[in-house]
Structures are given as structure tokens and as C-alpha cells.
């Protein structure tokens, strides 16, 4: 990149084509009709070829002077040295896939389909953080460690499905504690200075070996804040109900959720509770999270220029040497 120290020394450049107007009005001027008696007196001379090339020296000039006057506008090239430091972000999403969450307030579909499309677009607004994901109904697991692979993330979400509980791989039912526990646990090793948890639900504790309390104390003297989400409209939610026969049909059922505890959960943590009621609200969730936790980047930025207007004199001044020589010799002025 290159810029100009004095640029006010650029306006001399707009004489220039005045100064060629001038010149041509005035050559105009000066023209005196001469006589011959015969052509062959012109083209034994051979004038008409010297004429055109002594062009080439006002041209030389022109250009001699147009560097100059850059040259005296102090050109200069920037030199740009920067260093980015990240302070990155370890996130655990720790998402409810109880067979609850089959319930179709939420669009599209259901909750779990709109928790994982909602999820997918918050990995999408992350740049340099460590991401990974664990699951749980009546148990918990991993579905991803932590990984900066965001596409593979965003494969292993997308394969989640209600179907890995009622098809028996793993217990129905809402392990809070469970599920703080795990992801406690793949945040305990991190490295990056600041961790958290965003766990989802729509239930109640109902299962596992570990308190939710007492996982959440864990994770407080790691210092690991819990984001604790609450999914569910309030009062009733129409849930699908199929019979023998493969038929689907709809009940309403009761909207549970502990909100006093997932309160205590983030509470005790440092980080916040949220209730969405909504898809567009679990949206709102999860960029009101990404607010709080953007990764801090500290910038370093260095200018150096370097100049340039020697070079410029320096072609000015060969083009002038040029012009002195042919003026001098091939396209000397005849006498």
C-alpha cells in the first residue's frame, strides 16, 4: 500500500496539460509561411522524419517533470506487521434427548430438532473456540470431545436422535447430574482460560448416580460456569402418542421443569439461566451466550513506511540525461 506524505504537491500535475495547450497555441503562432520552388528541396533534407521523433524528447520531459513532482508529493510505502493473541473458549453442550423433548411446541417439529438447529447456528458464530458435545437421558455420554473440527460437530449433532433412547441404547429420563458430570469432566483438562457448560433441558432430575448440586459444586471449584437452558412452553405442549397400528395422535401434557434448580445450577457456577419458550427464543438464548463469551482477541499493530521518492528522482532524472543526448546528437536542433 502506498501513500503520500505532502499529496498537496500532486495538484502542480494539472499544469501539465495546460502547459501542452499553451505550447500548441503558441507553435500555431509561430508558423511562417516559407516558399519553395520545387518539394525535392524538403525531401532531400529529410526533415519530415526528425520533426515527428523530436516528440520523443517532449515526451522525456514530461515525464521527467510528472516524477518529480510525485517525487516532492513523498510517496511512501506502508509496512504492516501485525500479531493477534486469542484467548480461547472451551464449551461442553450438554443437550436433553429424554424422549420428552419429542414434544412439538417448538418448530421445526419438536424441541430436540429445533435445540439441534439452534445449536448448529451458534457453532457457526464460533471462530477459534474448542467445541464438544455430550448427550443424556437416563444416562449420559459423549457424542464429540472437544475438537475445532466444527463440520464434523455439527455431522455428530445432526445424527442425534430420540430414537437412540426408545430404541434402548440408552435409559429414558433426565440425568442432570449425570450430564454436568460428564462434561465437567472433558472440560476438566482444558487449557483454555475459560470454560463453560451450556446444558439444555425440558425435564426435571430424575435419574443418575450424581447430584446436580453436587456436580455443580465440581464444576464451581474448576471454575467452569454452567448455562442452564429450560425448553418448554408453559402450561401444555401437544406430544405425539402412536398406537398399535403405527397411527399417530396428540395429548397434551404438562410442561415440567425444575427452573429452581437450574437457577441454583448457575448460580453457583457464575453463569445464567435462561427459559425459551420458543425456538426464536432458545435463539435469542444462545446469542445472548455468545455475547457473554466471545473469544477475546488482543491485537499488536505496527507501522513502518518506507519512502520512495529517490526512486522517483531517480527516473526522472534518467529520462532528462536521455533527452540532453538525442537533443545533442540524432535530434539536435539544426541551425
Known amino acids: 500500500m502506498t501513500e503520500f506524505h505532502d499529496p498537496l504537491w500532486l495538484l502542480l500535475l494539472l499544469l501539465i496539460p495546460a502547459a501542452v495547450i499553451a505550447g500548441l497555441l503558441w507553435g500555431k503562432k509561430r508558423k511562417i509561411p516559407v516558399r519553395f520552388p520545387s518539394l ?14 523530436r ?55 419438536n424441541r430436540l430438532e429445533a ?3 439452534v445449536a448448529s447456528e451458534f457453532i457457526d458464530g464460533r471462530t477459534s473456540d474448542q467445541i464438544g458435545l455430550v448427550v443424556f437421558a437416563g444416562q449420559s455420554f459423549t457424542q464429540c470431545p472437544l475438537t475445532l473440527d466444527y463440520d464434523l460437530l455439527k455431522q455428530l449433532l ?8 426408545t430404541e434402548g441404547m440408552i435409559e429414558d429420563g433426565t440425568a442432570i447430574g449425570m450430564a454436568i458430570g460428564n462434561g465437567v469432566n472433558r472440560l476438566r483438562a482444558s487449557q483454555a482460560k475459560s470454560r463453560i457448560l451450556i446444558l439444555l433441558t425440558d425435564g426435571q432430575n430424575n435419574r443418575g448416580e450424581i447430584d446436580p448440586l453436587t456436580a455443580s459444586s465440581a464444576a464451581q471449584v ?8 429450560g ?40 453463569g445464567k439461566y435462561f427459559r425459551a419458550t420458543d425456538a426464536q427464543a432458545l ?10 463469551e466471545k473469544s477475546k482477541i488482543r491485537v499488536h499493530q505496527y507501522r513502518q513506511k518506507a519512502e520512495l521518492f529517490a526512486s522517483y528522482i531517480g527516473w526522472a532524472v534518467l529520462f532528462l540525461l536521455i533527452e540532453i543526448i538525442l537533443s545533442a546528437t540524432r535530434l539536435r536542433t539544426m541551425p
Open 40 to 53: 525535392s528541396v524538403i525531401k532531400k533534407t529529410g526533415g519530415g522524419k526528425g520533426a515527428k521523433l
Open 55 to 109: 516528440h520523443i524528447l517532449k515526451f522525456l520531459r514530461a515525464a521527467a517533470v510528472i516524477l518529480l513532482i510525485i517525487a516532492l508529493a513523498r510517496p511512501q510505502k506502508l509496512l504492516q506487521s501485525r500479531h493477534t493473541e486469542t484467548e480461547g473458549i472451551d464449551i461442553m453442550l450438554a443437550l436433553d434427548i429424554s424422549t420428552s423433548m419429542l414434544a412439538e411446541d417448538f418448530r421445526p417439529k
Open 115 to 117: 435445540a439441534k438447529k
Open 158 to 165: 445432526e445424527r442425534i436422535r430420540i430414537e437412540m433412547v
Open 222 to 229: 474448576l471454575g467452569i460456569r454452567v448455562y442452564t437452558i
Open 231 to 270: 425448553v418448554g412452553t408453559q402450561g401444555l405442549a401437544p406430544y405425539p402418542v402412536r398406537d398399535q397400528w403405527g397411527r399417530t395422535s396428540y395429548q397434551q401434557v404438562q410442561v415440567e421443569i425444575d427452573e429452581e434448580l437450574l437457577r441454583q445450577i448457575a448460580d453457583q457456577t457464575g
Open 283 to 292: 435463539r435469542r438464548v444462545y446469542t445472548e451466550i455468545d455475547k457473554l
